[in-house]
């Protein structure tokens, strides 16, 4: 019961079911989280299989369930071809990336990624030992850094207006807890739809504080190094910005979405789409986890 409350995952067998996994196969957990698409992993190895999942968190970490079969590295998934390497592990079979957030981390007061958290602080870091924090962030970038960073990470409209209020109001005082944004921003926020654009807000902070962005484009452009032919590239995307990385990638082989060609018009993209759309939660699944209703799911089989 520990690891549902920490995080229930998205998509579970349907992401499962997207690696096509051989039981004595080499796989990949970018993301342990709670360990529940690492549990689901492992159950369906052999004693010769086995999985190396990541998370840069301590808390999920230790929290790890413990299996021959599985390996967790405390870590970033951006230094994922590093770390294979000191594992000596050349090349897997499937590689798994759910970059939703632990339930854990909005559900935790002291970690600042919510909203509804109002005496919480300004902190968002998934690894504590980072060095800026979402308070960091808002006391040291310009105004125009922070209108791009709501408008490119946020989707907000109004972002200019937010940026602009925030570079006011930390002129008078210093911006360190949740309140103290949120008494900031509210009047800019459409009441009609407070909680999209406050998770708006916090969503652009937290992308920024923990890299995400470089981080998936790190993975990705790794794991054409390290999957085997005929491995499997699954990822969970939560908002278009990373969907549309992952559709590019995926379709093309570079992140830009260039079109991938020979001289003669023949495709050279190394990958092979599943799924020409992504697989999303049922309704059923979205009425057993609210927070799964963002989820897009898309495979690639390397070739």
């Known amino acids: 019961m520990a690891d549902e409350v920490y995080h229930i995952p998205a998509l579970l067998e349907q992401s499962i079911e997207a690696l096509d996994i051989r039981p004595d196969g080499v796989y990949v957990d970018a993301t342990f989280g709670g360990g529940g698409h690492s549990r689901a992993i492992v159950d369906a190895l052999s ?9 840069q968190d301590r808390d999920a970490v230790s929290r790890a369930f413990s299996d021959p079969r599985l390996t967790v590295i405390l870590g970033n998934f951006r230094f994922l071809s590093n770390f294979l390497r000191f594992y000596g592990v050349d090349a897997v079979d499937g590689i798994l990336a759910d970059l939703g957030v632990s339930f854990h981390h909005f559900d935790d007061p002291s970690r600042g990624f919510s909203f509804r958290w109002e005496d919480g602080p300004l902190d968002m870091r998934m690894n504590r030992n980072a060095r ?19 408008y490119l990470l946020g989707e907000l409209k109004n ?12 002129a008078e005082a210093p911006l360190a807890t949740v309140q103290r944004l949120l008494s ?3 009047p800019f926020i459409n009441p009609r739809q407070e909680k999209k654009e406050l998770a708006q807000v916090f969503q652009a902070l937290r992308i920024e504080v923990n890299g995400e962005i470089d981080a998936l484009k790190a993975l990705l452009t790794q794991s054409l190094r390290v999957l085997s032919p005929g491995a499997r590239l699954a990822v969970i995307t939560y908002h278009s910005l990373e969907d549309r990385l992952v559709k590019n990638f995926m379709k093309t082989g570079n992140l830009n979405g260039d079109p ?12 092979r789409l599943i799924n ?3 697989i ?20 690639a089989v390397r070739l």
Do not use: W
């Open 132 to 150: 800026l924090s979402a308070a960091d962030i808002l006391m040291s970038r310009s105004e125009a850094e922070l209108a791009d960073m709501f």
């Open 280 to 299: 999303v939660p049922s309704p059923d699944e979205i009425d057993r986890n609210p927070r799964s209703r963002s989820a897009k799911l898309r495979v």
């Open 260 to 271: 991938a060609v020979d001289f003669f018009g023949r495709s050279t993209a190394p990958f």
């Open 276 to 278: 020409s759309r992504p």
């Open 47 to 55: 004693s010769s299989g086995h999985l190396y999942a990541f998370d």
């Open 184 to 186: 900031i921003v509210r």
């Open 159 to 170: 972002a200019r207006r937010i940026a602009a209020a925030i570079v006011k109001a930390r």
